[in-house]
């Protein structure tokens, strides 16, 4: 039973524009949330996070938005750049946990 | 440089053969964790350890092993016994002060 959904196993996107990757999870106990992009045969490195106090952060192109009442996630890359094709991943901490569980990833690929 | 370091990059099983990943941190980390990624796949939790002599079940141990004798080492061991061993796998770690994992670059197993 999968706890943490991304839903779009692709998604394409023109340099310049908008990327948007989404998430959903099932469990109100999540209270922090993580967005990781990974490239192939690499680990995966860590780009955003946002605590469920929060609805929003930002960083740089990068910005989480966070809608508890219905357990969703997204992450905007604007202006997406061709060095942003990769697989992004989201995951979640359970309350006091100390362990992510993560969704089964987006591919992101940004076309010149 | 601090981070995590696994080895080998590749590596392939015989049939009924036992095989060790190592992993290794500079970063000081208390918490270390073992992630599967499969294709098309998240990353899925195997085993992970919060402190030096003690570990803990994730979602899919069955098959695997791991010890923690020292705060900087976190090998695992794929036995005989996990029926379907090929996959990338991922180590990771965690410090107390931030809720991000750090991970190395992974390793490659195969079966011959």
């Known amino acids: 039973d999968q706890q943490v959904k991304q839903n779009s196993p692709s998604l394409s996107v023109q340099e310049g524009r908008i990327s948007i990757l989404n998430c959903d999870y099932t469990n109100s106990m999540f209270d922090y949330f993580l967005w990781y992009k990974k490239y192939p045969a690499e680990g995966p490195t860590f780009l955003i996070s946002i605590s469920s106090i929060k609805d929003k952060n930002e960083d740089g192109r990068f910005t989480v938005f966070l809608n508890k009442s219905a357990k969703h996630l997204s992450l905007h890359i604007v202006p997406s750049q061709p060095g942003d094709s990769a697989v992004y991943f989201c995951a979640v901490r359970a309350g006091g946990g100390n362990k992510l569980t993560f969704g089964t990833g987006t591919q992101l690929k940004v076309e010149l | 440089d601090g981070g995590i370091t696994q080895s080998p990059k590749y590596l392939f099983r015989k049939e009924g053969q036992n095989v060790t990943l190592s992993c290794e941190q500079n970063l000081n980390h208390d918490a270390m964790y073992w992630y599967r990624q499969d294709p098309g796949q998240g990353l899925r939790l195997i085993y992970y350890?919060?402190?030096?002599?003690?570990?803990q079940k994730g979602d899919i141990a069955e098959g695997y092993s791991v010890s923690r004798e020292k705060k900087e080492s976190f090998p695992l061991t794929v036995t005989s016994a996990q029926k379907n061993p090929t996959a990338f796998y991922l180590c990771?770690?965690?410090?107390?002060?931030?809720?991000?994992?750090?991970f190395g670059s992974g390793t490659q197993l195969s079966v011959l």
């Open positions: 990771a770690s965690k410090g107390r002060e931030s809720e991000k994992l750090f």
């Open positions: 350890s919060q402190i030096v002599n003690d570990f």
